[in-house]
């Protein structure tokens, strides 16, 4: 009896949150985001340069986990995070406004396979916003001012990996979507398809293979200016801490043919000294003769992890980027 007596107090001593637990806080929905521009070193990777990165961060519950993100109205992001809640962010090297959260998908269900927006369209001319939710392989239509307008899960997408679905949402100039699974059917190649306009329509697609990289997945898509896609690839390697490295390729939606692969060109590698984390969301933004890439980062909702966003410049008519001057 004293054995077990004295079991249970060294039991008690070395683990005492075991027995005694501190009360759980309340949740946050009120905290508000802070953004704040970090130092860095110079950073060039192909054409793209290293403008700006920053950091966000809140107490909030609604705050992290952002998975795709657009360029919405006039000098601001719309970013959609893993619980289907948004932050309208507008654009902090044109403006010194705070980030706001904001409700997107119905934040009361708990169950993630309701809410996992990975990724986001959008067209400019009727401003609606489409959106991609992993695990129930889902797209969703939107309303200018972000109501529910239609949804529709396609029979070519119920197969799709569970954690793994509909990571990229492309709108193309002349109105087709283009969508990217993230799980790969080999190394290097994922399950695409083309839909011949708004997918909530009902319209078949036509099913393509996307060509990655081996050793990373489909994060996010965007349409650069001259017609052609953007693909964002994530990497991850084990270690402590775990490491992100980043990708970036260039594909044209013009060679897209039924069944076939659409080969993708290397842009550029995102890893040091560029600040790296796990970049998941990716918005391009013409800047007037150059073009800016947006990367935003997951932080997982992990306390070890940010939430950073990096502005990458991309001189696209041959000249020298430079960095502009910090604040």
């Not at 399950?191 to 996307?210: K, N, Q, Y």
């Not at 052609?228 to 490491?243: E, I, N, S, T, Y």
Request: charged fraction near 25%.
């Amino acid at each position: 009896m004293k054995r077990i007596l004295l079991a249970c107090l060294l039991a008690l001593a070395v683990a005492p949150g075991t027995f005694v637990r501190s009360e759980i806080p309340p949740p946050d929905f009120t905290s508000p985001v802070t953004i704040e521009r970090i130092e860095t070193d110079p950073a060039r990777a192909g054409p793209l340069v290293l403008d700006s990165a920053w950091v966000l961060s809140s107490a909030n519950d609604h705050f992290g986990g952002y998975s795709a993100m657009i360029a919405w109205k006039k000098d601001e992001f719309l970013a959609a995070n893993d619980a289907g809640r948004l932050m309208h962010l507008p654009r902090p090297d044109r403006s010194s406004a705070a980030p706001r959260l904001d409700k997107f998908l119905n934040f009361e269900r708990a169950d993630k396979s309701h809410v996992d927006v990975e990724s986001l369209a959008f067209d400019p001319r009727s401003g609606e916003v489409w959106a991609g939710l992993e695990w129930a392989q889902q797209i969703i239509r939107f309303a200018p001012g972000l109501q529910m307008r239609a949804q529709v899960r396609p029979d070519e997408m119920k197969d799709w990996g569970g954690n793994s679905g509909p990571e990229s949402l492309v709108r193309l100039k002349d109105g087709r979507f283009v969508v990217i699974e993230e799980r790969a059917l080999a190394d290097g190649l994922h399950e695409a398809l083309l839909f011949p306009g708004d997918p909530t329509s009902g319209a078949e697609p036509l099913r393509f293979v996307f060509q990655g990289r081996d050793g990373y997945r489909p994060s996010d898509a965007s349409l650069l200016p001259n017609g052609k896609m953007v693909v964002l690839l994530r990497g991850v390697r084990l270690g402590l801490p775990l490491h992100f490295p980043a990708m970036l390729v260039i594909a044209d939606p013009a060679g897209i043919q039924k069944d076939e692969v659409l080969p993708s060109t290397f842009l550029a590698r995102i890893d040091e000294p560029f600040p790296t984390e796990n970049y998941e969301g990716l918005a391009v933004t013409d800047e007037g003769g150059n073009w800016a890439l947006w990367l935003i980062s997951d932080d997982n909702f992990a306390s070890y992890q940010r939430t950073l966003l990096l502005k990458l410049v991309w001189d696209v008519n041959g000249g020298r980027a430079r960095q502009k001057a910090r604040r």
